[in-house]
């Protein structure tokens, strides 16, 4: 299957400071890239849905604002927690699809962030 | 609201047995179905898709899709204590669109 690279797959990070957590995809063009968001023992919780070249489309509760999200180019996604705070503390997963129909998504690693 | 549907288990069965774990899915319009394996601490990992009614075999693998009764399924034959884990049923069409997933259910193998 295709490859998606995440990183970094950990990082701890003060209270108040900013993090950025990239996503590739290494052997195909990933037009639409989608940032998740686990907590332990839940499910996968679509944070938002990223197209290469427009703004993300954020889904109801996330806030734009603390979550950037750019999508400049079709291998490269990114997410940037801003002014994390310790409650930001999750597993945040990328994925990525190609826009042709029927395609998978593919994983990155995760990204396990914690705030102290 | 698109919406799959599965059971939160846990599911557990011997080593050696058949796993069944269904997936129910509200949306007619969904052309493809995946079944992702997640281990606890990771990322999902795809194992099956499945686009057209019937079976599809892969190894000790088999999905099972039935677009009438909007039902899919994942059958993991001698089962081992190693396929322990969630496994995750997502529905989606076109490229552009997220994967609608289920909560997904829990699998234990015990030996």
């Known amino acids: 299957g295709a490859v998606v690279s995440q990183h970094p797959s950990r990082v701890i990070c003060k209270s108040g400071t900013s993090v950025k957590i990239e996503c590739r995809s290494l052997d195909f063009q990933a037009t639409t890239m989608f940032w998740y968001r686990q907590f332990p023992k839940q499910s996968l919780m679509l944070m938002a849905t990223s197209n290469e070249g427009s703004k993300a489309t954020y889904e109801q509760g996330v806030e734009k604002d603390k979550f950037l999200i750019n999508h400049a180019s079709l291998t490269l996604s990114t997410l940037t927690v801003t002014s994390a705070h310790p409650e930001d503390s999750s597993f945040y997963i990328c994925?990525?699809?190609?826009?042709?129909?029927?395609?998978?998504?593919?994983f990155g690693q995760g990204t396990r962030l914690t705030v102290v | 609201q698109k919406e799959v549907e599965q059971n939160s288990g846990p599911l557990s069965v011997p080593e050696g047995a058949i796993a069944s774990l269904n997936c129910t899915y509200s949306d007619r319009g969904s052309q493809s179905f995946f079944w992702y394996r997640q281990y606890s601490g990771k990322s999902p990992e795809l194992i099956m898709s499945?686009?057209?009614?019937g079976d599809k075999e892969d190894g000790r693998f088999t999905a099972q899709l039935n677009k009438a009764s909007q039902y899919v399924s994942l059958l993991i034959r001698d089962s081992q204590p190693s396929d322990s884990a969630t496994y995750l049923c997502a529905g989606g069409d076109s490229g552009y669109s997220t994967l609608t997933f289920g909560k997904g259910t829990m699998l234990l193998v015990s030996p």
């Open positions: 994925s990525a699809r190609t826009d042709r129909m029927n395609t998978e998504a593919f």
């Open positions: 499945i686009y057209s009614n």
